[in-house]
């Protein structure tokens, strides 16, 4: 009978370091199957410079372009005035870290530059890779 309860006791003492040894292993899991994230810098292939903006509107463009694969999202655009008729625009995705459907992802967003002033701005895309696009709008 002796026999009996400790082999019972030893059962029971292996079950439960097994079950903290799952626990432990199904948490690391979990955490290496959260996606990290990074911001990086994209390129647009165009620019569509809509007209009729005055002083008083806020003025924008609708940049298009192509993500390499389904992890690519999105982040918006920095505007930078580097003077009163000069300004340049970078725009950002976040990329997920992790499974991606593996296809070209197509995109169109509103970058909306504010108030500018009367005149001719010329509005520089900078991508990546160190290359730019430049537009130029007229503000009534």
Known sequence: MKTTFKSTARSFAL???LVGFAG???A?????????TKDIAIGLNDVFVPGGFD???DAYVV???LFPNGCYSWKGANVKKVDEFNHEVQSFA???QGLCI??????NKEIRLGKLSTGTHNLKFLNGDGT?????MTIE
Do not use: N, W, Y
């Open 55 to 57: 002083s008083e509107a």
């Open 24 to 26: 432990t292993a199904s």
């Open 102 to 107: 593996m296809v070209l992802v197509p995109f």
């Open 15 to 17: 079950a439960a370091l």
């Open 28 to 36: 690391k899991i979990q955490t290496m199957a959260s996606p990290d």
């Open 63 to 65: 940049a298009s372009g």
């Open 94 to 96: 976040t990329v997920s």
């Open 132 to 136: 730019f696009m430049q537009k130029t």
